[in-house]
């Protein structure tokens, strides 16, 4: 366990009741009252799959940035500096889903409640708090530290400042239970009403190496934190919160340590500037790309119109995803096919000196040249230009953990 004393609340501007996730919204904007059980309910797993689906319908989305500064994942953060604040300041945080900030932040806050009724349906009393949660990824570890914090507790009819209110997490993993596991804490975790605004209750959502699937170990892990109180009355139910997802891996293919542990329900994006001098070449090829598939070339013809994919601001938006070679047969097989297809384009265009034929969707794209549906695009570029721009989306590779098969879109700003 532990212990720190919290930042400042600010004041909360708008009600969130955290729902279960078959609790529906009511007309007033506040979720319907908790569901709630004699003991913490323990989530469904979710499968790899799952969470590709979950971060497309959540919309999240978060930029790479090649001239900003890389996400700072666990390994680099000192234990203990929890800024609850600054998540409460995020408007977007204030959601079911919460806020991924990018693969290795998260945030999620908003007011919660339980409540004890009276044999007759009526509320006898209710602890109403804010609860905030971060978290942070890791690179090195297959762990993600969540740290919470519970304020502006309130009790009301037979609760007062002496009630006691428990707070608990439960998870469940993928492909096995062994997939994902709590630790560094000890849960459920209790102090009375009047003690939980100066302290914070920190736990590990950890999986261990060999418990996932395929050469990257891919495991994922669902969780979600469940409340009670304590009065004079007895105890209440247990009320769920809302769930949030996780994936391990311990992939040896990218260029940080071979192993980590990221939030998944979000589609990155990658971005060029057409007033990088070092990148214009290509950002001004992926810009025409996706905007004017129509002049690329290979040329499109009467039968086949081209539609270029990857545009992260088409509506809804248009992805690719990552082709790592040596993943399996299959991707070695079309990383052949969409260096033979990009040659055979490139071919029939005059090169000038200096440049290189640079290809988009890229050649370390499910979605290149080899797909052989005619959507891509060839133009000559500066030499250097083409190879920083490629040295930078194998370092965001890298640096984010984006996998074999891993959704992303780009976007091209001026």
């Known amino acids: 366990m532990r212990l720190a004393e919290p930042t400042p609340a600010p004041t909360i501007g708008s009600v969130y009741h955290a729902p279960a996730a078959n609790a529906s919204p009511s007309a007033s904007g506040t979720s319907t009252e908790l569901p709630g059980s004699s003991t913490p309910s323990v989530p469904k797993p979710s499968t790899p799959a799952d969470e590709a689906r979950l971060a497309i319908q959540q919309g999240q989305t978060y930029e790479a940035d090649p001239q900003a500064p890389a996400a700072t994942p666990k390994a680099a953060r000192p234990n203990g500096a929890v800024d609850f604040g ?3 300041a995020r408007p977007l945080g204030h959601r079911d889903q919460g806020q991924v900030i990018d693969h290795f932040h998260f945030c999620r806050w908003g007011i919660d409640r339980v409540v004890q009724l009276e044999g007759d349906g009526r509320v006898a009393g209710t602890v109403t708090f804010t609860e905030t949660e971060v978290g942070l990824g890791s690179v090195g570890t297959r762990d993600i530290q969540m740290d919470v914090q519970l304020t502006n507790v309130k009790p009301t009819g037979v609760f007062d400042e002496a009630a006691v209110l428990s707070w608990d997490v439960t998870a469940a993993g993928s492909p096995s239970a062994q997939a994902c596991r709590i630790g560094g804490s000890t849960h459920p975790y209790s102090a009375p009403v009047a003690a939980w605004p100066d302290i914070f209750v920190g736990y590990d ?3 261990p190496k060999g418990s996932g699937d395929g050469i990257d ?6 969780w979600n934190n469940h409340y009670m109180a304590i009065g004079a009355e007895g105890p209440t139910v247990w009320s769920d919160g809302p769930e949030a997802g996780a994936r391990f891996d311990s992939s040896t293919y990218l260029a940080r340590p071979a192993a980590g542990a990221i939030f998944d329900r979000v589609t990155p994006y990658m971005t060029y500037h057409l007033a990088d001098k ?8 992926i810009y025409f790309a996706l905007n004017l598939p129509q002049f690329t070339f290979p040329p499109q013809t009467i039968n086949r119109m081209k539609r270029i994919p990857g545009n992260i601001r088409a509506t809804p938006p248009s992805l690719i995803h990552r082709l790592y070679a040596g993943y399996d ?4 097989e079309r990383s052949k096919e969409n260096r033979a297809e990009k040659d055979a384009a490139c071919a029939r265009l005059t090169r000038p000196a200096g440049t290189d034929c640079d290809e988009y969707p890229f050649a370390s794209s499910w979605e290149g040249a080899g797909l052989g549906d005619g959507n891509f695009s060839v133009m000559y570029v500066d030499s250097a ?6 040295s930078r989306l194998s370092e965001w590779y890298g640096n984010d953990r984006i996998l074999n ?3 992303f879109g780009m976007n091209i700003v001026f």
């Open 86 to 88: 600054a998540c409460r």
């Open 205 to 207: 959502l950890r999986s």
């Open 217 to 222: 170990d891919i495991a994922t892990c669902v």
């Open 278 to 285: 070092l990148v214009v070449g290509v950002a001004f090829h």
């Open 329 to 332: 047969a299959a991707a070695e």
């Open 385 to 390: 230009q083409n190879q920083k721009a490629g």
């Open 405 to 407: 098969r891993d959704a």
